[in-house]
């Protein structure tokens, strides 16, 4: 299972950072990739790590202000994310991807097994 927490309502400009730990299985065998979804929107990606760590992949929407990482020990996932605008106002999903290799993400959705229940983001402008 995962849990992602950390949501909240922030002003815009703000910054939050989201967690996502997972329990009830080998999580540092996995990618994992966060995704959200607007109100009356398509679930979108955002960004992923890989199992290792060593690598990562940003949507168009998060490069250069969102940054994530995990710990493998503590079996959490972070996203921080800075400078928000109203358009980051989603639920946000952490997922774990079946990787192709230890240094790889994708966050390719027919990639991901296990699903986390979401937190919610409100970007007030």
């Known amino acids: 299972q995962l849990q992602a927490s950390g949501g909240g309502l922030v002003q815009a400009g703000g910054s939050l950072r989201l967690s996502c730990t997972a329990s009830?299985?080998?999580?540092?065998?996995?990618?994992i990739d966060w995704f959200r979804q607007g109100t009356g929107k398509e679930r979108e990606g955002v960004a992923c790590i890989s199992s290792s760590g060593s690598g990562t992949r940003y949507t168009a929407s998060a490069k250069g202000r969102f940054a994530i990482s995990r710990d493998n020990a503590e079996s959490t996932v972070f996203l921080q994310m800075n400078n928000l605008t109203a358009d980051d106002t989603a639920v946000y999903y952490c997922?774990?991807?079946?990787?192709?290799?230890?240094?790889?993400?994708?966050?390719?959705?027919?990639?991901?097994?296990?699903w986390g229940m979401g937190t919610q983001v409100t970007v007030s402008s």
């Open positions: 009830g299985f080998r999580s540092g065998l996995y990618a």
């Open positions: 997922a774990a991807e079946i990787p192709l290799n230890r240094g790889l993400c994708s966050l390719n959705l027919i990639r991901t097994k296990y």
